[in-house]
Each structure stands twice: as C-alpha cells, then as structure tokens.
C-alpha cells in the first residue's frame, strides 16, 4: 500500500472514532441533562396557583377590613350634601349675585377676598394690624397684599405718622370688587342661615372654622 493510501485509510478511521466519542458524549449530557421545561413549567403553575390562593386571602381579609356597607353614615351623608350645595352655589347662585365680575372674583382665592374685605371695612390699616386682624403671619398677608396691588384692588401710600411705613387703601376698582364680594356673602348668609336659630349659626361658624383650619388653609 502506497504511503498516500496508508495515510487517508488512518485519517478515515480517526474522524470515523471522534464522531463514535462526540455522539456518546452528546448522549451522555442529554442523559443528565436536567428537563428545565418540565421544571420551569412546574414551579410556574405553582407560582400561579400561590397567587390565586393569596390573592383570594387577600380579597377576603380587605373585605372584612372594610365591612362595607350598603347606606352612607349620616355624618358621610352630610358631606355629600354639603359638597353639592358648594357646587351648585359656585356654578348657578354665585354668578347670579357676583354678576358681571364673576370671572375675576372667582379667580381670586379666598384670603385674597378676606384681605381686599377687611381692608374695605378699615380704609387705612397698616399691614402687621391687617395680619393681627386676620391672625396670618405678615409673610402671608404681605404676599397677598402685592397681589392685590398688581391687581389693581389696593394702594399702599404713605403712613402720615411714619414715612417708613405705609396704609393700605382700596382702588376704585378695589371698591367696586370689594363691595360685590360683600353682596354675594350677604345673599348666601342669608340663604343657607335663615331659619337657624343663633345657636346654630354659632356652632356653624365654629365648624367650619374648623374645617378651614384642619384643611391646612389657615396660617
């Protein structure tokens, strides 16, 4: 056998023993291999099922936590009554009382109305009594006082007794506003209050009062 015979006769029988070696190996590691499939698919439904079942312990105990009821508790039924009356007032009554100036007052914030109101009732005032008068901080009362001067309501001229100090004053436009303002408390007052006795209308002022105070409003 020629030399070139001999060699390819060895390389066959080579390549014929490392495919022999790959394809026991290959059958080795599949043997051995672990299912994944099988597993993961296992441990999946597991997963789901503990969901289901916590999520069915959850559901109940939150049920049972809440014990929900069928009727509103009369103080709840209060409330509800008292958010629909300030909604019907704010959409239909107050545009009626506030007029033509609706829309501006209606964009002024409720210290913004009180300040302009009070300043109204004391031409005059110098802002750290407007503060006490209020019970703000002079912080926030001078803040909504620069408001109301960008806004065309009030004046701040000089304090005849002291030229370091200044007097707030209403602008012409400022009593206009201010007077409707007055017009649509009055018109209210005596809508939602008639027919109160004065007890009552006390522990009304009391209670909201207290509202306005918890709700963060009063400073």
Same mark, same amino acid.
């Given at each position: 056998?020629?030399?070139? %015979? ?23 590691? &599949? ?8 597993? $993961?698919?296992? &441990? ?27 009727? #509103? ?24 009382? !506030? ?7 209606? %964009? ?16 005059? #005032?110098?802002?750290?009594? !407007? %503060? ?6 002079? $912080? ?7 408001? !109301? ?38 018109? %209210?007052?005596?809508?939602? !209050? ?8 006390? &522990? ?16």
């Amino acid at each position: 056998m020629s030399v070139s %015979a001999e060699f390819d006769s060895w390389k066959k029988g080579a390549l014929k023993s490392s495919e022999n070696q790959n394809s026991g190996h290959e059958t080795e590691v &599949a043997q051995n291999r672990p299912n994944l499939s099988a597993s $993961q698919g296992s &441990a999946g439904d597991s997963a789901q099922e503990d969901g289901r079942q916590e999520g069915v312990s959850d559901d109940s105990s939150f049920n049972e936590s809440m014990n929900f009821r069928t009727r #509103l508790e009369p103080v709840e039924e209060a409330f509800l009554k008292l958010f629909k009356m300030m909604d019907y007032r704010r959409i239909k009554t107050r545009p009626e009382a !506030l007029g033509k100036n609706v829309e501006f007052i209606s %964009a002024m914030t409720c210290r913004q109305e009180r300040v302009l109101v009070t300043i109204g009732d004391s031409e005059g #005032l110098h802002p750290n009594d !407007l %503060a006490r008068e209020l019970d703000c901080s002079i $912080q926030s009362i001078s803040a909504t006082i620069e408001i !109301l001067v960008n806004k065309d309501l009030v004046l701040r001229l000089p304090n005849p007794k002291d030229r370091r100090s200044c007097c707030l004053h209403l602008t012409a436009r400022g009593k206009e506003i201010c007077a409707t303002i007055k017009r649509g408390l009055q018109r %209210a007052s005596h809508e939602l !209050l008639d027919g109160l006795s004065v007890e009552d209308q006390e &522990a009304f002022i009391r209670i909201v009062g207290h509202f306005y105070q918890v709700s963060g409003l009063e400073s």
